[in-house]
């Protein structure tokens, strides 16, 4: 698999009866190679390893319905009260984060109504933090820690 712009933190890998498997610590079960997954796995190992986030507060591939129709986030991560804190949409390296990369995400957040967001193909990352009263959106050089995205006293 390529090369990303994200931590390893050993991504366990392996080649299972359908071909190459990667562990998911999350969902706790070996899926099918992707490009898509492999950045995904190393956002979640980001997450978990660099940035603090608990592995009980993160979901992968949430469930959502919007305008009807059923999605599915990427990973959203909760703060201990389990209101969403953080959207990220993954892609595979190959895809380009255009308009309707950006787009996908904000309706997306039209539902968790997240304060951060991370859009990210593994080799390109964009976040920001979403003030949803004033309706306006500021571009941050990397996420905050989770102790700074969902900061409640509680260690």
């Given at each position: 698999m390529q090369v990303l712009d994200l931590p390893d933190h050993g991504v366990k890998?392996?080649?299972?009866?359908?071909?190459?498997?990667?562990?998911?610590?999350?969902?706790?079960?070996?899926l099918v190679l992707t490009p898509e997954e492999w950045v995904r796995q190393h956002v979640l190992n980001h997450l978990v390893h660099d940035l603090g986030c608990p592995?009980?507060?993160?979901?992968?591939?949430?469930?959502?319905t919007?305008?009807?129709?059923?999605?599915?986030?990427?990973?959203?991560?909760?703060?201990?009260?389990?209101?969403p804190?953080?959207?990220?949409?993954?892609k595979a390296?190959?895809?380009?984060?255009?308009?309707?990369?950006?787009?996908?995400?904000?309706?997306?957040?039209?539902v968790f109504k997240v304060r951060y967001l991370m859009v990210t193909n593994g080799l390109r990352?964009?976040?920001c933090t979403v003030d949803h009263q004033r309706g306006t959106v500021e571009f941050l050089p990397a996420l905050p820690t989770?102790?700074?995205?969902?900061p409640d006293g509680r260690p």
């Amino acid at each position: 698999m390529q090369v990303l712009d994200l931590p390893d933190h050993g991504v366990k890998t392996k080649h299972g009866a359908d071909g190459p498997t990667v562990f998911d610590p999350i969902r706790r079960r070996w899926l099918v190679l992707t490009p898509e997954e492999w950045v995904r796995q190393h956002v979640l190992n980001h997450l978990v390893h660099d940035l603090g986030c608990p592995v009980s507060l993160i979901g992968v591939e949430t469930p959502l319905t919007l305008n009807g129709l059923s999605k599915r986030a990427d990973i959203v991560v909760h703060d201990r009260d389990g209101q969403p804190v953080l959207l990220v949409e993954c892609k595979a390296p190959e895809v380009a984060l255009g308009q309707a990369v950006f787009e996908q995400a904000a309706r997306y957040n039209l539902v968790f109504k997240v304060r951060y967001l991370m859009v990210t193909n593994g080799l390109r990352h964009y976040c920001c933090t979403v003030d949803h009263q004033r309706g306006t959106v500021e571009f941050l050089p990397a996420l905050p820690t989770f102790a700074v995205m969902a900061p409640d006293g509680r260690p």
